[in-house]
């Protein structure tokens, strides 16, 4: 069974950093292209980054170029997200998903580590 | 920048078929873009319901379809059902390896 669990969440001031996790089970990180999708509360979804395993394409939101940074660590099934000089717009649910093998599209979501930036 | 446009709201009688449009504000949606679709309820996190434009996730019921209809993708729910009242929320794949949700539609089913 294909599970994803977030963690790292949490309370930071503006201009901080935090750093996310996701670890991966049931299948092989390193085939899939991994992906963070954040939803500020009360709004819609958005895509932030991705990223994939085996060869380290790496894509982002324009909102989160050059403060966001996401990695890998196959060996473990894990992906990261370091993010520095938040603001309060970044405020959001972060969930941990995976792109599907098959198809352009998301196919398996973890439940979600909420980032709040406050003073 | 590719800005994506959902109904923000729908409200459909039980029994009934909806259609949920995906757009764009500048040009066509078309199968390049890889549409698909996701819903959510309050508190959980967005459930695939279909993969490029037509292919349905698996175990979704074929009262769920996929489609691009004129210049947008869309969501036909035929037969809606009470608990088909979500959040549902199209995604595009664009240049670059990006991609971009539209703003979410919320179904009502009463």
């Known amino acids: 069974e294909v599970q994803l669990v977030e963690s790292g969440g949490g309370l930071v001031k503006p201009g901080g950093s935090l750093r996310l996790s996701c670890a991966g089970s049931?299948?092989?990180?390193?085939?899939?292209?991994m992906n963070w999708v954040r939803q500020a509360p009360g709004k819609g979804l958005e895509w932030v980054a991705s990223?994939?395993?085996?060869?380290?394409?790496?894509h982002y939101a324009d909102s989160v170029k050059g403060r966001f940074s996401i990695s890998s660590d196959n060996a473990k099934n894990s992906m990261f997200l370091q993010m520095n000089s938040l603001r309060a717009e970044d405020t959001a649910v972060y969930y941990c998903?995976?792109?599907?093998?098959?198809?352009?599209?998301?196919?398996?979501w973890g439940q979600g580590t909420l980032v709040t930036v406050s003073s | 920048q590719t800005v994506v446009t959902q109904e923000p709201s729908f409200s459909v009688s039980p029994g009934e078929t909806v259609t949920l449009t995906c757009g764009l504000t500048?040009?066509?949606?078309?199968?390049?873009?890889?549409p698909s679709w996701y819903r959510q309820t309050p508190g959980q996190p967005p459930r695939a319901l279909i993969f490029?434009?037509?292919i349905r996730s698996a175990g979704v019921p074929d009262r769920f379809s996929g489609s691009i209809l004129g210049n947008k993708a869309a969501l036909t729910i035929t037969g809606a059902q009470a608990d088909d009242e979500s959040d549902y929320y199209c995604?595009?794949?664009?240049?670059?390896?990006?991609?971009?949700f539209g703003g979410g539609t919320k179904l009502t089913v009463l």
């Open positions: 995604v595009l794949y664009v240049s670059g390896g990006t991609y971009v």
């Open positions: 500048s040009g066509s949606v078309s199968t390049n873009y890889y």
């Open positions: 490029s434009t037509n």
């Open positions: 998903v995976r792109e599907s093998f098959d198809w352009l599209a998301f196919d398996y």
């Open positions: 049931g299948f092989t990180f390193t085939t899939y292209k």
């Open positions: 990223i994939r395993g085996s060869h380290g394409y790496i």
